[in-house]
């Protein structure tokens, strides 16, 4: 077993400038739930009674996609999300991760993360251990509140009173980061409830990072249907920038620094290492139902069938489940750039960003960013070639309207970079 380090010994996060980088990512999609949260909008589906069975199906096909996809890829994270990785059986994440080394796909000692339930780690007290003896690295939680009647309204299983017992067992297990996601702007919700909320979430035992989310109703969904409907189910979009200067506030009260819009950690090495690769437009593959992919070289993005027995089956046929591909145009690529990266601490890199989309972009854009710093809204230094565009917490509250405002008409008609 790989040994494991403490809190301080952690290797640094790719987007520090360390060798590591550039490494891609590898994401695993579990698409199993024992339930179905009314907010969720990902591809999943209800385990049912079949679930040892199921899963099992599951992993003979994810094993064989991982073989129809072999390659010289080496990324230096694993990412189990979903669904809920935590229903996963035992064995489940070492032998994924092996079939994923063998076949090229991920370095050898990979950093593995997983997405779970704490009612699972509840009802079975050696679950963390087991996970810690698949050199598991890291687990996200999904706590979404610790209030218990919003618990109730997010449709989650486990109470606020089994919040500290899962998070405990994490941290004895020796599992080296501990997320925990949080879910706000729920109707009736108030700064002060939530801030009551964020005060107790960072004194969770072991918990070094947090991921803060607003409500976002999707068409399709449980909640959807209800809106639709008339029901009021979120703050009114006014009360929203209140709430997120609230959260920012109150975590970096308590220890927690923001990196991302919704994202803090207690330290930099506690940063998301997989997630900031999509942030960066670093490559990642994803395998399972629904995943999605990223080929920065080609600047072609792709993505796997929805569904659990149409990906099933094109996998037990031989072929890559693949549905469909895009690639990038230059505008595209640049818009989304700044989209991620506006929603980062760290900020857009202006020499990089003139490397790819040519220098004439970004002089078309001082006087723009010399009235976003002039409103507060950014910290910028430096020339085209050497300077940074460092969005301030005002800033990363309407990151995604600073992107909008960014004038690309120079790449609207260009066909490749």
Known sequence: MTERPDSTSLPPDPLTGTPESDAPGLYVHVPFC?????????????????????????????????????????????????????????????????????????????????????????????????????????????????????????????????????????????????SADLIYGTAGQTSESLREELVAMAALPGVNHISAYELSIEPGTPFGRRQARGETLAVRSEDGSALFHEVHETLAENGFAAYEACNFATAPEFRSRHNRKYWSSVE?????????????????????RRGFEDWEAAVLRG???????????????????????????????????????????????????????????????????????????DGLAVADALAREMNLDALRHRNVA
């Open 319 to 393: 072929e890559e489940p693949t549905v469909e591909r895009e690639t990038l145009r230059p505008y595209e690529r640049a818009l989304e750039e700044l989209f991620l990266r506006l929603r980062t601490t760290d900020g857009l890199p202006l020499g990089g960003f003139s490397a790819r989309y040519g220098e004439a972009v970004v002089r078309a854009n001082r006087g723009l960013f010399e009235n976003w710093r002039a409103r507060g809204l950014v910290e910028l230094s430096g020339d085209e070639m050497t300077g940074w565009l460092r969005p301030t917490r």
């Open 284 to 304: 990642y593959l994803g395998v399972g139902p629904s995943a999605h992919s990223f080929a920065p070289e080609r600047g072609e993005r792709f993505w796997n």
């Open 34 to 178: 024992s339930r179905i949260c009314p907010y969720c909008d990902f591809a999943v589906t209800p385990l049912g009674d079949s679930g040892s069975e199921r899963l099992d199906r599951y992993r003979q096909a994810l094993l064989t996609e991982l073989e129809l996809r072999a390659a010289a890829l080496g990324a230096d994270t694993v990412y189990f999300g979903g669904g809920t990785p935590s229903l996963a059986p035992a064995g489940f994440f070492r032998k994924v991760v092996r079939a994923a080394v063998k076949s090229g796909l991920a370095a050898p000692s990979p950093f593995v993360f997983l997405e779970a339930n704490p009612e699972d780690l509840v009802h079975d007290p050696d679950l963390a251990r087991r996970w810690a003896a698949e050199e598991v690295w890291g687990v996200s939680l999904g706590l979404q509140a610790l209030d218990e009647s919003r618990l109730r309204f997010l449709g989650r299983a486990h109470h606020a009173s089994e919040v500290v017992v899962a998070v405990s067992r994490l941290a004895e297990a020796g599992i080296p980061w501990i």
